[in-house]
Structures are given as C-alpha cells and as structure tokens.
C-alpha cells in the first residue's frame, strides 16, 4: 500500500467539508422524516440519507480507492486494502432540530469555520476512521453546525482546526467533567450515581463522536455509557466511535468498553458496546471501578 496516511486523511477532510455542505444546503423542513431502514436496522432520516449520499459521490470519485462502511448502506467492498468507516451524521436526533437562522426561501451558503447559520442544538457531526489491515490510521470528526474539525493520524498525533492537541491532566473523578450517555432505568442510575455526585460537572449531550473528540482536546475528561446492564441493546457501534477512537489514542487518552477491553474495530454496524473514554489512564481505571458498584 502506497497511499499516504497523510493523502488519506485529506481525503477524509475533504469529504468532511461536503458532507457540511450537503447538510447546511438541504430542506431543514423535512430532514427528520424517515425514508428507510439503515444497514444497523434502525430507521433512517433524510438528514442521514444526504448526509451519506454526499460522502459516497465524495469517496467515489476520489483517486484513492477504498471500501466503505456506513451506518446506513452497510459495507461496500470494492476489493481495497483501506475501508472508511462512517457515520453520516452522528445523533440524528440533535441534527433534526438544529434548523437554519434563515426566513426566506434562500438556500444559505456554507458558513466560514467559525460562523453557524444554525440554530437547535448545534452538536452533531460527521465522523469517519480510514483502516488498512485492521489498524485504524487516518481520521476525522467535523462539528457540522459550527465546522470545527479534529483530525488525526497514527502516530503522528492528533489535532483541532490543525493545532496540536492533548488531554488534560485529569486523573480524579472529583476535577473531571464527564459527559454520559442517559442512564437507562433505575439500574442504570444505580450504576452512573458515583459519577453524578461525585464529578465535578456533568454533561448529557447526544454526540459521542464530539464527546470523545472534545476528551482529545481537554475540553471535557471522560464518557461514560453506564447501560452495560442492557446488552445487547445498548451502546455505540463502530461507525460511532471509530474516528473518534484514534484522534483520542493519539492525544493521550484511553477508550474501551465499559469492562476496560479493547473497542471492537470490524463491519459490524448493528453490534453495540458501550463506550468509557477518558483523558488519564488513573481517571479512566475510576471511571470504570465507579459504573461497577458492589
């Protein structure tokens, strides 16, 4: 294999940007409808339909052949040694409401990085994790309302709008800011109830994508999925968490499942594993002792 890890991850960027186009371009009015089942068998909206469709014609005519996995369509093989993994638009849910500050029948234009012309809740994003023999090796996250972009290769660090960057030196439950998915039911209240009293801010946000990118930069500390108790039910899948994966690898940080093993990395869209993220090894270890109550 030729291809260099660093064409690859511009060729992530790039589908990236046009995926944010297609998004910000589309008919806000209608993007929550759905319009099939997805290869992970949960329904798709029309916000993931052009979302992916974006990202397909992107990979298509690109110069660099590779196959694709995606939430939606499943796994394309087009015989390569690289294989894309994506997920269109990561929480669905956020990107439905996030509707376009515009009051006219004028399609708004792609904003500068830092300008949203959406409102909502503006935390959703396109994620996408290039793998060649099993090893992830290029990846991106783009925040889709705001365009903030993190990146990263293997071993050549990671990056936020193409600054360095690192987790924070967190390693107490007591000065981490913790991010979780909603607890499901009482026991999963019993399970995260450490972590609700015991971190220093909480946060519940939708996005795990964002969520462990922003454990990458420092903005947040860790990411908890306390459900394990719902198998097979609960959790994130591949598409979820693979770029995510390596920009928070290469920053310092440490992911695995809520037993602390090591993330699935396969074309198995429908299997869910909860996810626990940290930026310390220490607070990672407390992260997953505090989820385990006797």
């Known amino acids: 294999m ?3 890890h660093g064409r690859i991850l511009q060729l992530l960027i790039d589908c990236s940007e046009r995926v944010r186009k297609s998004v910000i371009d589309a008919n806000h009015a209608t993007m929550g409808e759905p319009v099939g089942m997805g290869a992970d068998g949960e329904s798709t909206s029309r916000i993931d339909q052009i979302a992916e469709q974006a990202a397909l014609e992107c990979f298509d005519t690109a110069d660099i052949t590779g196959n694709v996995l995606s939430e939606e369509v499943g796994f394309v093989d087009r015989g390569s040694a690289i ?33 949203s012309q959406m409102v909502g809740f503006p935390y959703f994003a396109f994620s996408v994790a290039a ?21 990263a290769m293997v071993n050549q660090g990671a990056a936020f709008n193409s600054a360095p960057i690192s987790t924070a030196s967190i390693d107490r439950l007591s ?15 019993r399970r ?48 979820d968490y693979a770029g995510a994966q390596l920009i928070l690898h290469e920053a310092g940080g440490r992911i695995t499942d809520t037993e602390g093993n090591p993330l699935p990395i396969d074309h ?27």
């Open 192 to 239: 995260v109830s450490t972590i609700l009293t015991g971190a220093k801010r909480v946060r519940i946000t939708g996005c795990s994508a964002l969520d462990i990118a922003l454990i990458a930069s420092g903005g947040i500390h860790g990411l908890v999925n306390p459900n394990a108790h719902r198998p097979p039910n609960s959790g994130e899948k591949v598409v």
């Open 175 to 189: 000065d981490a800011w913790v991010s979780l998915i909603r607890p499901s039911g009482e026991e999963g209240l």
């Open 268 to 294: 198995d869209v429908a299997r869910l594993t909860p996810v626990l993220a940290a930026a310390t090894p220490k607070l990672h270890n407390e992260l997953v002792s505090s989820i385990h109550p006797s």
């Open 131 to 151: 793998m060649i023999d099993h090893q992830l090796v290029a990846a991106c996250v783009r925040n889709l309302p705001t365009g903030d972009l993190f990146t």
């Open 83 to 115: 294989t894309f993994i994506l997920d269109p638009i990561d929480s669905t849910s956020n990107a439905t409401v996030a509707i376009p500050a515009v009051h006219d029948n004028t399609p708004p234009s792609i904003p500068d990085l830092h300008t």
């Open 2 to 4: 030729n291809t260099s």
